[in-house]
């Protein structure tokens, strides 16, 4: 049973990077199935999607967050990680990592994130 | 401001039938499948439904998707109290080329 769960600071400075990783067990990030996506829950609020990587390294991000938003992954590790930079009061939020299943048909794509981290608070203050 | 529209909330009792709604556009589930969340109190979202009415294993076929044109609705029937929780519905988005979310709906329990 696959089972991801996140990690790093609970607390970050204004200005700051926010860096998270997240550790998959029960399986593997090299999986050519899947993609590693980072989605986010500011308290109170909905979900955003910030962004994801496939096991080759390509990325896609939101374009609300792409200027500030990094993610990697690190196969020996089973791992992937997101990095966030001038991170202010707006970027507090429960940041979750899920595995993301993406079928691009004819007659359009079909995604699902199956399954999710517990998800981690990150606080932005100083 | 979400691009898939949810009401905030919606309530039922026990054994009833509820349906929660989600409407899009044609660039996300005009031309997109659906796939719905579950997020108890304190807990990551679970995934309830996948490219429109497909179930994964283990969740009851008391929750059924549904989508036609540019919306999507969720029913659950046969009410119980475990079901309080929120509700998320998803799609993808050709014009953000990434997933959306709807603001979510929070169901209660009467």
């Known amino acids: 049973q696959v089972q991801l769960q996140e990690s790093g600071p609970g607390l970050v400075k204004p200005s700051e990077t926010l860096s998270l990783t997240c550790t998959m067990s029960?399986?593997?990030?090299?999986?050519?199935?899947?993609?590693w996506s980072w989605i986010r829950q500011p308290p109170g609020k909905g979900l955003e999607w910030i962004g994801y990587?496939?096991?080759?390294?390509?990325?896609n991000y939101n374009p609300s967050l792409k200027s500030r938003v990094t993610i990697s992954v690190d196969t020996s590790k089973n791992q992937f990680s997101l990095k966030l930079s001038s991170v202010t009061a707006a970027d507090t939020a429960v940041y979750h990592c899920?595995?993301?299943?993406?079928?691009?048909?004819?007659?359009?794509?079909?995604?699902?994130?199956?399954?999710w981290g517990q998800g981690t608070l990150v606080t932005v203050s100083s | 401001q979400s691009l898939l529209t949810q009401p905030p909330s919606a309530s039922g009792t026990p054994g009833q039938r509820v349906t929660i709604s989600c409407s899009g556009s044609?660039?996300?589930?005009?031309?997109?499948?659906v796939s719905w969340y579950q997020q108890l109190p304190g807990t990551a979202p679970k995934l309830l439904i996948y490219?429109?009415?497909q179930r994964p294993s283990g969740v009851p076929d008391r929750f059924s998707g549904s989508k036609s044109g540019t919306s999507a609705s969720l029913a659950i029937s046969g009410l119980q109290s475990e079901d309080e929780a929120d509700y998320y519905c998803?799609?993808?988005?050709?014009?953000?080329?990434?997933?959306?979310f709807g603001g979510g709906t929070k169901l209660t329990v009467l």
């Open positions: 899920a595995r993301e299943r993406k079928v691009t048909m004819i007659r359009g794509v079909s995604n699902w994130f199956d399954p």
């Open positions: 029960g399986g593997s990030v090299s999986s050519g199935s899947y993609y």
């Open positions: 990587i496939y096991y080759s390294g390509s990325t």
């Open positions: 044609g660039s996300n589930i005009g031309s997109n499948t």
């Open positions: 490219s429109n009415n």
């Open positions: 998803a799609a993808w988005d050709d014009s953000l080329n990434g997933p959306v």
